[in-house]
């Protein structure tokens, strides 16, 4: 899960709008710093004077090809990293809901201190103006906030808002299509909306009984009435 992320950022390689995770910047960034220490060892390792060697200290020789080799990976793999990383601290800083800027005082003593305890807080529940949510896996693909998501009985359109709720959705006017099952219950056209469900209608008589002006009930709805008037004792 930690090298998707990894993967996942690098995808993400200048997208500084939107919100990450905690579990998304820590696994891009530790796994960085490990690589980078595996780098600036072996430089160094392979970069010893001819002293150390002299003094019985068990080390490569002194190589200066394989020190430019492994020095210029090194530099190679900084700037590769540098747009990534700059971008998932500003994501894991909008999931704070805090503004991007605040990258800039890493740079800063003392408030470097306050934008690391920023990165280490969980994320925040509200859906905000940076967006609804961080990423829960890679690759998920999460509303933006004020985008209009078509269903089948309108528009749903999402909007940050600070009640706690994940995704807020609110309707729009649109109905479903004229004729529709659905659209003749909300005009209260029950006798069509029975006949388009596959009910019989029965035609009104000229002096109407009871019985003839409601829809007999099937055999599982008699069924069902029974057994409730048997259990309410009647």
Same mark, same amino acid.
């Given at each position: 899960m930690y090298f998707?992320?990894?993967?996942?950022?690098?995808? +993400?390689?200048?997208?500084?709008?939107?919100?990450?995770?905690?579990?998304?910047?820590?696994?891009?960034? !530790? !796994? *960085? #710093?490990? &690589?980078?220490?595996?780098?600036?060892?072996?430089? +160094?390792?392979?970069? &010893?004077?001819?002293e150390a060697m002299s003094e019985g200290i068990p080390v490569f020789p002194k190589d200066p090809v394989l020190a430019l080799i492994f020095g210029? #990976?090194? #530099? &190679?793999?900084?700037?590769?990293?540098?747009?990534?990383?700059?971008?998932?601290?500003? =994501?894991?800083?909008?999931?704070?809901n805090h503004s991007g800027f605040w990258v800039i005082a890493q740079l800063i003593p003392l408030l470097n201190l306050v934008v690391l305890l920023m990165l280490l807080l969980p994320s925040s529940p509200y859906p905000n103006y940076y967006g609804l949510r961080?990423?829960?896996?890679?690759?998920e693909k999460v509303p933006e906030a004020g985008a209009d998501i078509y269903g089948p009985y309108g528009t749903v359109a999402y909007r940050p808002q600070s009640n706690g709720d994940e995704t807020v959705t609110q309707q729009n006017q649109?109905?479903?299509?004229?004729?529709?099952? $659905?659209?003749?219950? $909300?005009?209260?056209? #029950?006798?069509?909306?029975?006949?388009?469900?596959?009910?019989?209608? =029965?035609?009104?008589?000229?002096?109407?009984?009871k019985s003839?002006?409601?829809?007999? $009930?099937?055999?599982?709805?008699?069924?069902?009435?029974?057994?409730? *008037? +048997?259990?309410?004792g009647k």
């Amino acid at each position: 899960m930690y090298f998707q992320w990894y993967r996942y950022c690098f995808s +993400k390689y200048f997208t500084f709008q939107g919100r990450a995770s905690r579990t998304e910047y820590w696994s891009f960034t !530790i !796994i *960085n #710093l490990l &690589i980078l220490w595996v780098f600036w060892f072996i430089s +160094k390792l392979v970069d &010893i004077p001819e002293e150390a060697m002299s003094e019985g200290i068990p080390v490569f020789p002194k190589d200066p090809v394989l020190a430019l080799i492994f020095g210029s #990976l090194y #530099l &190679i793999f900084c700037i590769a990293i540098f747009f990534p990383s700059l971008a998932v601290t500003v =994501r894991r800083l909008h999931d704070r809901n805090h503004s991007g800027f605040w990258v800039i005082a890493q740079l800063i003593p003392l408030l470097n201190l306050v934008v690391l305890l920023m990165l280490l807080l969980p994320s925040s529940p509200y859906p905000n103006y940076y967006g609804l949510r961080a990423p829960r896996f890679p690759g998920e693909k999460v509303p933006e906030a004020g985008a209009d998501i078509y269903g089948p009985y309108g528009t749903v359109a999402y909007r940050p808002q600070s009640n706690g709720d994940e995704t807020v959705t609110q309707q729009n006017q649109n109905t479903p299509a004229k004729g529709s099952v $659905m659209d003749e219950i $909300m005009h209260e056209n #029950l006798a069509n909306a029975d006949a388009q469900a596959g009910l019989e209608d =029965r035609p009104a008589a000229a002096s109407p009984s009871k019985s003839e002006t409601h829809r007999p $009930m099937r055999g599982e709805e008699s069924s069902l009435v029974a057994r409730l *008037n +048997k259990l309410s004792g009647k």
